[in-house]
């Protein structure tokens, strides 16, 4: 089977700009999470989506934004970037909620703003 | 929000070496993640605990949810375990979700 999948890699975008950043989890995984990792940092929780709704959000500002598809997959949606955007972002899936499911993590786009 | 904290910040060791990297956290939790993080970037999941002690090949994981602490050892270490070891924390409750990760431990080991 296949793993969790992100697309692109890697962006460089500039100021201002938007960018959205992509995500498959792995087959009957219904939950996808977001998180994004600063250089020298660990990871910070960004979003939760499960059956297409929105389960947690983490403390980032209302021009990051996400949804869930029909198919389980994602996007992460960030508007007006800043400097201080860049990182890698990194999509996990799960199958349910439960702290007994294990987060299967994608290999992340790393998103560089100029 | 949970604080997880994580030592050493790095580790260099030659190859062959028993390795420790220590985990502490400030809220109770039901079940405690460690995860390995290689250059570029992608994250596997090593181990999910909740009480007790995990074994999987060379590595092992224990927690002790009253101390709320949690070790992860590599025995008979090897080059290619270089890699960067986070360990994260969900919030009480139960949910898998809003993990709040430590910073990571960077190990080396040299052969």
């Known amino acids: 089977d296949a793993g969790v999948t992100q697309s692109p890699t890697h962006l460089i975008k500039t100021r201002g700009q938007q960018v959205t950043l992509r995500c498959s989890p792995i087959?009957?995984?219904?939950?996808v999470s977001w998180y994004q990792q600063v250089l020298g940092q660990g990871p910070q929780f960004i979003f939760q989506?499960?059956?297409?709704?929105?389960?947690g959000r983490g403390n980032f500002p209302d021009r990051f934004s996400a949804r869930q598809f029909p198919n389980y997959s994602s996007e992460l949606n960030v508007n007006a970037l800043l400097l201080g955007d860049s990182a890698l972002y990194l999509c996990?899936?799960?199958?349910?909620?439960?702290?007994?499911?294990?987060?299967?993590f994608g290999p992340g786009t790393r998103l560089t703003v100029l | 929000k949970n604080e997880v904290e994580q030592s050493p910040q790095n580790l260099t060791a030659q190859e062959g070496e028993f390795i420790t990297i220590n985990c502490s956290y400030s809220?109770?939790?039901?079940?405690l993640h460690w995860l390995q993080q290689h250059p570029g970037g992608g994250i596997v999941s090593l181990f999910m605990?909740?009480?007790g002690k995990k074994k999987h090949g060379r590595l092992i994981a224990t927690i002790n949810i009253q101390e709320k602490h949690s070790s992860l050892h590599i025995t008979a270490s090897h080059p290619r375990d270089s890699a960067v070891y986070i360990c994260?924390?969900?919030?009480?409750?139960?949910?898998?979700?809003?993990?709040?990760f430590g910073k990571g431990t960077l190990l080396t080991v040299n052969p």
């Open positions: 087959s009957g995984h219904k939950s």
């Open positions: 809220v109770g939790i039901s079940a």
């Open positions: 605990l909740s009480s």
């Open positions: 994260a924390a969900p919030p009480s409750g139960g949910s898998n979700y809003k993990l709040t």
């Open positions: 996990a899936s799960s199958p349910g909620l439960s702290y007994t499911d294990t987060q299967y």
């Open positions: 989506y499960y059956e297409k709704e929105e389960r």
